[in-house]
């Protein structure tokens, strides 16, 4: 039970960190630099955020330092951030799923899904003491 809550707190700070630097991201910064450059230039603020917010929770919850308890809590905050994106994403836009993917930006997207992927693997990346 405590690896549910671990994970959905881990989901919900780096969720909340990233919907605060997106809306800056895309008011203020994409109009002036473009999508790609905006989207790049966020994503080693939100990698320096699961690293924080992934040490944090584990030493909160105490989440021992095996694989599966680690990657429960990362897989978990991975799904709620998936149903997150669909929902709030393409609802504030108003996309289908497939106009959201056709939409994306090759070069920031792949870098998204790759750090989507770091994301669910952080809590068993970071410290095992």
């Given at each position: 039970m405590e690896i549910?809550?671990?994970g959905a707190v881990y989901f919900g700070l780096v969720f909340g960190a990233g919907f605060v630097l997106g809306?800056?991201?895309t008011i203020w910064i994409?109009?002036?630099l473009g999508a790609r450059i905006a989207e790049l230039?966020?994503?080693?603020?939100?990698l320096a955020v699961s690293v924080f917010?992934?040490?944090?929770?584990v030493r909160w919850f105490a989440v021992p330092p095996n694989w599966s308890d680690r990657l429960g809590m990362g897989f978990l905050a991975l799904g709620l951030m998936l149903v997150a994106e669909?929902?709030?994403?393409?609802w504030l836009r108003g996309l289908s799923i497939r106009e959201y993917f056709a939409t994306r930006d090759?070069?920031?997207?792949t870098v998204y899904y790759v750090l989507l992927v770091v994301f669910a693997?952080?809590?068993?990346?970071?410290e095992r003491k």
């Open positions: 549910l809550r671990a809306t800056l991201r994409t109009p002036r230039g966020e994503s080693p603020v939100m917010a992934a040490r944090l929770v669909v929902a709030l994403v393409l090759r070069v920031s997207g693997l952080m809590p068993l990346l970071v």
